[in-house]
């Protein structure tokens, strides 16, 4: 019974920690990148779909995203949904392609994504802590029942805490190297 325990909520923190890598992975760090533009959905054919599905998104260099759409028609709606987005881009539209530059970000706007980047981490940290504390009550809540020795709580509680070790460190770590792409 434990076993499951522990790898439901195993899963339930490596969960957290996708949720928390694609919310770093769409802070923009003054470099191109594809995640930037994950979050957008365009009206296209009066369905919401994600911008990756109706356009080739490609960064050919730092400084410029492409976005290449499979139906020419889509380009006004890609456009207005860039737009409308919170990504801070003006496109550029040319008639068979958009693109979007990158400007280099000053040292006080760097210093302001850091602690984005902070804030994010630490509310993963928190989801993390959660899921411990979610988990580690199950496992009291067993030995209360009697379906848990004293001993085996123990070592059950101790293989929880390890896993809680294991996921924030992976969190520090994902920190550690967006705050350096940032500052770079």
Not at 157 to 175: A, V, W
């Amino acid at each position: 019974m434990s076993e499951k325990i522990y790898n439901d909520c195993q899963e339930r923190m490596e969960k957290s920690v996708a949720h928390y890598l694609s919310e770093v992975g769409s802070i923009r760090t003054g470099r191109a990148s594809t995640a930037l533009l994950d979050s957008i959905k365009v009206e296209f054919y009066g369905t919401q779909s994600p911008l990756s599905n109706i356009a080739l998104i490609s960064t050919p260099d730092a400084h410029l995203i492409t976005i290449q759409p499979y139906d020419p028609n889509a380009l006004e709606s890609i456009e207005k949904a860039i737009i409308d987005s919170d990504v801070d881009l003006t496109p550029n539209n040319d008639g068979t392609i958009i693109r979007l530059s990158i400007p280099p970000l000053t040292e006080e706007r760097r210093k302001e994504l850091v602690k984005v980047v902070h804030k994010v981490i630490e509310e993963g940290r928190i989801s993390i802590r959660n899921i411990r504390r979610d988990f580690n009550e199950q496992l009291k809540s067993l030995q209360k029942n009697n379906d848990l020795s004293e001993d085996n709580l123990k070592i059950e509680l101790d293989n929880i805490q390890d896993l809680t070790n294991e996921y924030i460190d992976k969190l520090n770590k994902i920190q550690e190297n967006k705050e350096k792409e940032i500052l770079q």
